[in-house]
C-alpha cells in the first residue's frame, strides 16, 4: 500500500514570489508520482507526473517537480507565481507494476496568491 | 473533445433517501474511476471499471454503495439508504489505456450533502 504526505495544507504567497509545496510518499514497490491541481469550481488537472528517466520533470504553467528517491519526496516548484495560480494542489501516487491502478492523493495543499 | 461529465453537481438529500450520481467519461476511454473526499479528508479510490466490468472494488465502503456501468459507456454510483457520512466529493475519471502510467482525466465532482 502507498501513503502521502502533504506537509502544508495551506501555503499563502505573494504574487511573483516563488513556491514550492512539498509531498512526501511511502511505499514498498515502486511508484509513478503525479501532481493534480484543482481551480474552483472545476475538476482535477493533471500538471505533470513522473514515471522514470530524469528526476526533474516539468509540467503545464511553468510548474515543475523533482523526484528524489532517497528522500522519497516529489516536491513542486514554481520560480515565479501568477494570481491565477490560486488553487489546491494534490500530489498523488500509483504503484508502477500491474494490478489495481487506483491513485493515492494526498489532502491537498491550498496555494493562496496575493496580490 | 468533452471532458468527464458527472452530473448532478450538487445534491442535497436526507439521511435514509436515495441518491444516484452520473458520470460520462471521455468518449473512447474504457476505464473509469470513482474516488470520494470526505471534507478536511483526502480524495479516496472507491472503484474502477474497465469497460462494463469491475476491475477493483476494494475502496467501497459498504454494500450501501452500487455502481454499475451500462455497456461500458456512462456510470452511476448509487447510495441508499443514504447516511451522513456520506456527504462529500465524489469524482469521476477516466482513462484510456489503463496502464498505472496512463493519465486519469477527473470530472467536476458532484457535491453530495446528506443532512
Known amino acids: 500500500a502507498q501513503s502521502v504526505t502533504q506537509l502544508d495544507s495551506q501555503v499563502p504567497v505573494f504574487e511573483e514570489a516563488p513556491v514550492e509545496l512539498r509531498c512526501n510518499y511511502s511505499s514498498s514497490v515502486s511508484v509513478y508520482l503525479f501532481w493534480y491541481v484543482q481551480y474552483p469550481n472545476q475538476g482535477l488537472q493533471l500538471l505533470l507526473k513522473?514515471?522514470?528517466?530524469?528526476?526533474l520533470v516539468k509540467g503545464i504553467n511553468g510548474f515543475e517537480a523533482e523526484f528524489n528517491k532517497s528522500q522519497t519526496s516529489f516536491h513542486l516548484r514554481k520560480p515565479s507565481v501568477h494570481i491565477s495560480d490560486t488553487a489546491e494542489y494534490f500530489c498523488a501516487v500509483t504503484a508502477s507494476g500491474a494490478g489495481s491502478y487506483q491513485l493515492t492523493f494526498g489532502k491537498g495543499t491550498k496555494l493562496s496568491v496575493i496580490p | 473533445e468533452a471532458g468527464v461529465t458527472q452530473f448532478p453537481s450538487h445534491s442535497v438529500i436526507e439521511k435514509g433517501q436515495t441518491v444516484t450520481l452520473r458520470c460520462d467519461p471521455i468518449s473512447g476511454h474504457d476505464n473509469l474511476y470513482w474516488y470520494r473526499r470526505v471534507m478536511g479528508k483526502e480524495i479516496k479510490f472507491l472503484l474502477h471499471?474497465?469497460?462494463?466490468?469491475?476491475?477493483?472494488e476494494s475502496g467501497m465502503p459498504n454494500n450501501r454503495f452500487l455502481a454499475e456501468r451500462t455497456g461500458g459507456t456512462y456510470s452511476t454510483l448509487k447510495v441508499q439508504p443514504a447516511e451522513l457520512e456520506d456527504s462529500g466529493v465524489y469524482f469521476c475519471?477516466?482513462?484510456?489505456?489503463?496502464?498505472?502510467?496512463?493519465?486519469?482525466?477527473f470530472g467536476p465532482g458532484t457535491r453530495l450533502t446528506v443532512l
Open positions: 471499471f474497465v469497460k462494463e466490468s469491475k476491475q477493483d
Open positions: 513522473y514515471l522514470s528517466g530524469s528526476t
Open positions: 475519471a477516466s482513462s484510456q489505456w489503463g496502464l498505472a502510467l496512463d493519465t486519469q482525466y
